[in-house]
T-cell receptor, first 110, second 114 residues
Framework: KQEVTQIPAALSVPEGENLVLNCSFT??????LQWFRQDPGKGLTSLLL?????REQTSGRLNASLDKSSGRSTLYIAASQPGDSATYLC?????????FGTGTRLKVLA | EAGVAQSPRYKIIEKRQSVAFWCNPI?????LYWYQQILGQGPKLLIQ????????DSQLPKDRFSAERLKGVDSTLKIQPAKLEDSAVYLC????????????FGSGTRLTVV
């Protein structure tokens, strides 16, 4: 059974810091991995999708890496801003469904 | 491009009452998903439709939950009767196909059962 774990559960950093969010999964037989952002009371916004054959994806200040063999992914946020404050969820795709982690609540202080 | 539409945004009901949620996916998206997100947890897939057929409903509590997707477009999720532990955000999502491209979530319906 696939289990997805995210560390840390919560993170508070000053504005401008570079930070890393971690995601680990127990079954490496995944199709892809996505990182999502969730704002309070809102739905999920897809940030980055990494196919199982890829090692990383980049979008603006975000960079996500994937090491499928070790069951790990990281989301790197450069030069964090208060607007980055949200919950970040990683999800792995098994066949036709996504299994989600419990998320990392990020607060960037001005 | 219009996103995934869900209604209502919020709902408060008493236990043992029934409730229904509605979802309109992105136009042309064949695959539709309903997720349940309990506070502090990640979303959990309840049911997945491919067009108007059910692909996976293994985690749907079928004694009280039901869902349908008539004509392969809009979908409704119903709970009857509701329990306190059903309090959660119910998220609808859609994608172009089963590979997950264009995976888009709606804003969700926050259900509180008292």
């Amino acid at each position: 059974k696939q289990e997805v774990t995210q560390i840390p559960a919560a993170l508070s950093v000053p504005e401008g810091e570079n930070l890393v969010l971690n995601c680990s999964f127990t079954d490496s037989a995944i199709y892809n991995l996505q990182w999502f952002r969730q704002d309070p009371g809102k739905g999920l916004t897809s940030l980055l999708l990494i196919q199982s054959s890829q090692r990383e994806q980049t979008s603006g200040r975000l960079n996500a890496s994937l090491d499928k063999s070790s069951g790990r992914s990281t989301l790197y946020i450069a030069a964090s801003q208060p607007g980055d404050s949200a919950t970040y969820l990683c999800a792995v795709r098994m066949a036709y469904k996504y299994i989600f982690g419990t998320g990392t609540r990020l607060k960037v202080l001005a | 491009e219009a996103g995934v539409a869900q209604s209502p945004r919020y709902k408060i009901i008493e236990k043992r009452q029934s409730v229904a949620f509605w979802c309109n996916p992105i136009s042309g998206h064949a695959t539709l998903y309903w997720y349940q997100q309990i506070l502090g947890q990640g979303p959990k897939l309840l049911i997945q439709f491919q067009n108007n057929g059910v692909v996976d409903d293994s985690q749907l509590p079928k004694d009280r939950f039901s869902a349908e997707r008539l004509k392969g477009v809009d979908s409704t999720l119903k709970i009857q009767p509701a329990k306190l532990e059903d309090s959660a955000v119910y998220l609808c999502a859609s994608s172009e196909g089963r590979q997950g491209y264009g995976y888009t979530f709606g804003s969700g319906t926050r259900l509180t059962v008292v």
